[in-house]
């Protein structure tokens, strides 16, 4: 699947950074949503069909690690990226998590653009 064909969920608690990525994802991707927290997010995933899910980890309401536990279960599974500025997990306990990539904060667009193909190809 290439990222022109691909439904894309940006979750951020940052309403500056979400407005930023989610207008550069809608030029890139078939559908561009945004949510402030995981708990919108999974009402989101409830009602969308969903490829790929760039989810932050320290957020109000429902963090990004409890959001992961939550889609890891779901059928289809979206591909899920995790974008944080914190260690919050090691790489390896993300991973065993479910995250298909992970990308630091601050956002490297190049990176991000190349983490998100890599994981819909893997579809």
Not at 1 to 13: H, I, R, S, T, Y
Not at 36 to 42: D, M, Y
Not at 51 to 57: P, R, S
Not at 74 to 87: D, F, K, M, Q, S
């Amino acid at each position: 699947m290439k990222l022109n064909d691909a439904a894309v969920l940006f979750v951020d608690d940052e309403p500056l950074l979400r407005e930023s990525i989610g207008a550069w994802l809608a030029g890139r991707a078939r559908q561009a949503l945004c949510a402030q927290h995981g708990a919108e997010a999974l009402e989101i995933l409830g009602s969308n069909k969903i490829d790929l899910v760039l989810t932050d980890v320290r957020m109000p309401v429902m963090d990004g690690i409890a959001l992961l536990r939550k889609i890891v279960k779901a059928e289809p599974r979206p591909h899920i990226i995790l974008v944080t500025g914190y260690n919050d997990l090691t790489p390896q306990e993300a991973y065993k998590l479910g995250v298909d990539a992970i990308v630091e904060k601050p956002i490297d667009r190049d990176e991000l653009l190349r983490a998100m193909q890599s994981c819909l190809e893997k579809r």
